[in-house]
């Protein structure tokens, strides 16, 4: 598994994206947010998918604040 493969708890996946762990839950709920896996029980993000929801991020933010 590569690095940017690599899955990361809701947790570790929060601190990653600088936020708090309730806001990726109540995005997960509402289905915003990254992209996440279920195995199980357990919900998983992958490096890669959290990276492309950044890169999104910052494309929509840049193209709001041109108006």
Same mark, same amino acid.
Request: no cysteine; net charge positive.
């Given at each position: 598994m590569t690095q940017v493969d &690599? &899955?990361? #708890? #809701? !947790?570790? /996946? /929060?601190e990653w994206l600088g936020m708090k762990r309730r806001t990726l839950e109540h995005w997960r709920g509402k289905g915003k947010g !990254?992209?996440?896996l279920? +195995?199980?029980a357990k919900v998983q993000y992958r490096i890669s998918d959290l990276e492309m929801f950044l890169?999104? +991020?910052e494309t929509s933010d840049s193209r709001t604040a041109d108006r």
């Open positions: &690599r &899955r990361l #708890t #809701t !947790p570790e /996946a /929060a !990254p992209r996440y279920k +195995v199980g890169r999104e +991020v």
